[in-house]
């Protein structure tokens, strides 16, 4: 009996190695350098205590801002793909039934095309002065409403967080509807029955129904915006006047610059803040299914 418990392990060793070598060596090695003064200029490495995370959390240096921006986006686009998204897996679930399959199919496309790519293209599209935006709305006598999308320090976090919605919508609609499909179609009836109306339904029965998938949605978009990279440095490169960047591009201009101390600090800090925001969401939206 001991002997076919432990069997199984030896199909998982060789991934186990794999992880244990290439991501938790790393992360224990990334920890142990934040708090040394590690950088390009030196071959010493020496131990400075909390002195990274004191210059991270001074309000002289800009990191604060950095870390700002950050969360200004994890919580922008949380709200906006999971509102829009819910919207669009209702929709496509208890309202259109014609080409249904379609309509998603279109939906969820965005999200198969690589983000590099999406960025390139959408940064030709939001040029101020030739993107097809802006000449567009010209062409239809709404010139008052063309902006300098991508360069004007008030218009740029909006446009960073408006294409990454674009493209994430349709993974974060297909996986609530499978979350609606699995709930049974006769609480729907019951609720049709006694007199319902389709809101009353959608708040009663649907949400509670659907908080678990809620939840996971939740955590995959926490992580997300909190690493986000490419399509800031894509779009913006962090500007105008570091007004979009990020936790990752500061991280990598960092080690750019051959702080490779201050960055493994910025990186643990991000590593302890994914793992202790994501617990801290399952188990709040997981409160009300659990009572």
């Keep these: 009996m001991i002997r076919n418990k432990v069997y199984p392990f030896y199909f998982?060793?060789?991934?186990?190695?794999?992880?244990?070598?290439?991501?938790?060596?790393?992360?224990?090695?990334?920890?142990?350098?934040?708090f040394t003064d590690w950088n390009s200029y030196s071959p010493e490495v020496n131990f400075i205590g909390l002195d990274n995370f004191a210059l991270i959390?001074?309000?002289?240096?800009?990191?604060?801002?950095?870390?700002?921006?950050?969360?200004?986006?994890?919580?922008?686009?949380?709200?906006?793909?999971?509102?829009?998204?819910?919207?669009?897996?209702?929709?496509?679930?208890?309202?259109?039934?014609?080409?249904?399959?379609?309509?998603?199919?279109?939906?969820?496309?965005?999200?198969?095309?690589?983000?590099?790519?999406?960025?390139?293209?959408?940064?030709?599209i939001l040029n101020p002065a030739t993107g097809l935006l802006n000449e567009s709305l010209r062409n239809?006598?709404?010139?008052?409403?063309?902006?300098?999308?991508?360069?004007?320090?008030?218009?740029?976090?909006?446009?960073?967080i408006g294409v990454d919605t674009w493209k994430g919508i349709g993974y974060i609609m297909v996986i609530l509807?499978?979350?609606?499909?699995?709930?049974?179609?006769?609480?729907?009836?019951?609720?049709?029955?006694?007199?319902?109306?389709?809101?009353q339904a959608f708040w009663r029965i649907t949400i509670p129904l659907l908080m678990p998938v809620l939840a996971v949605v939740t955590v995959l978009n926490l992580l997300y915006g909190l690493k986000v990279f490419d399509v800031v440095f894509v779009l913006t490169k962090g500007g105008p006047g570091h007004a979009t960047d990020t936790v990752y591009t500061i991280i990598f201009d960092e080690f750019s610059k051959g702080r490779y101390g201050v960055a493994t600090a910025l990186s643990s800090l991000l590593f302890v803040a994914m793992i202790g925001l994501g617990y801290f969401v399952i188990r709040f939206m997981h409160r009300d299914t659990e009572a």
């Excluded at 060793?13 to 992360?27: K, R, T």
């Excluded at 902006?147 to 909006?158: E, F, G, R, S, T």
């Excluded at 509807?177 to 809101?199: K, L, N, T, V």
């Design 12 to 34: 998982v060793g060789g991934a186990l190695l794999l992880y244990v070598l290439f991501f938790v060596l790393p992360s224990v090695m990334g920890l142990y350098y934040a």
């Design 177 to 199: 509807i499978a979350g609606i499909e699995a709930i049974p179609r006769e609480y729907y009836e019951a609720a049709e029955i006694d007199g319902a109306s389709g809101w």
């Design 140 to 160: 239809v006598g709404l010139g008052f409403m063309a902006q300098k999308w991508l360069v004007d320090i008030n218009w740029a976090m909006p446009s960073v």
């Design 57 to 124: 959390f001074s309000s002289s240096q800009g990191y604060l801002r950095y870390i700002s921006n950050t969360i200004l986006f994890t919580f922008a686009t949380i709200v906006t793909k999971t509102v829009i998204a819910l919207g669009l897996a209702v929709l496509l679930t208890r309202g259109v039934r014609r080409l249904a399959h379609v309509h998603r199919m279109l939906i969820y496309l965005p999200a198969v095309l690589p983000m590099l790519a999406v960025s390139l293209i959408f940064k030709s």
